[in-house]
T-cell receptor, first 111, second 112 residues
Framework: SQQGEEDPQALSIQEGENATMNCSYK?????LQWYRQNSGRGLVHLIL?????REKHSGRLRVTLDTSKKSSSLLITASRAADTASYFC???????????FGKGTKLTVNP | SAVISQKPSRDICQRGTSLTIQCQVD?????MFWYRQQPGQSLTLIAT?????????ESGFVIDKFPISRPNLTFSTLTVSNMSPEDSSIYLC?????????FGQGTRLTVV
């Protein structure tokens, strides 16, 4: 079953703009992860935020986590055409190593 | 980190036939996971491949349809049996690590 719900499902922006994607989840978590998938290929891990963290940065990525609302957001700043991909949040309920993925946001960055 | 080689990358198959997907990991891992991604959808876990024991299937997936082998700690196969067009999906293998999971490049299966 889907743990996370992402919105928007699709996002189209111009190069240089910021892209914000949101994710909600249902159960308690130890951490939340974000992944990127290019054109239906394998997923690549972007960033992990632990349940005791509220915000984390990695390069042009900024992730926030609100455990009281069971939600997270991924911000990509100064987007590039190469950022065009689908982005998924994932959690491991109950500390399991099995990941449960959100529905994903398909991001298109127009040059 | 782990590097996973997944084969084939894509295939077009006739209904009623079976396809076996292979994943080779460059290091020994205890658990491997198999996911299905239906067109335009997210990933759904099919099963956990355990070395030395039967695979553990998630609700809605059965061994007769998706038999899994795990002969050693670096290799696993997933077979999609008696295929129908509804099985057209991307299938991915994955191995967990402490702070992230690693994925094969996926197998894009089209059943005609």
């Amino acid at each position: 079953s889907q743990q996370g719900e992402e919105d928007p499902q699709a996002l189209s922006i111009q190069e240089g703009e910021n892209a914000t994607m949101n994710c909600s989840y249902k159960t308690s978590i130890n951490n939340l992860q974000w992944y990127r998938q290019n054109s239906g290929r394998g997923l690549v891990h972007l960033i992990l935020i632990r349940s005791n963290e509220r915000e984390k940065h990695s390069g042009r990525l900024r992730v926030t986590l609100d455990t009281s609302k069971k939600s997270s957001s991924l911000l990509i700043t100064a987007s590039r055409a190469a950022d065009t991909a689908s982005y998924f949040c994932a959690t491991a309920p109950g500390g399991s190593e099995k990941l449960v993925f959100g529905k994903g946001t398909k991001l298109t960055v127009n040059p | 980190s782990a590097v996973i080689s997944q084969k084939p990358s894509r295939d077009i198959c006739q209904r009623g036939t079976s396809l076996t997907i292979q994943c080779q990991v460059d290091s020994q891992v205890t658990m491997m996971f198999w996911y299905r991604q239906q067109p335009g959808q997210s990933l759904t876990l099919i099963a956990t491949a355990n070395q030395g024991s039967e695979a553990t299937y998630e609700s809605g997936f059965v061994i007769d349809k998706f038999p899994i082998s795990r002969p050693n700690l670096t290799f696993s196969t997933l077979t999609v049996s008696n295929m129908s067009p509804e099985d057209s999906s991307i299938y991915l293998c994955s191995v967990p690590a402490v702070t992230e999971a690693f994925f094969g490049q996926g197998t894009r299966l089209t059943v005609v």
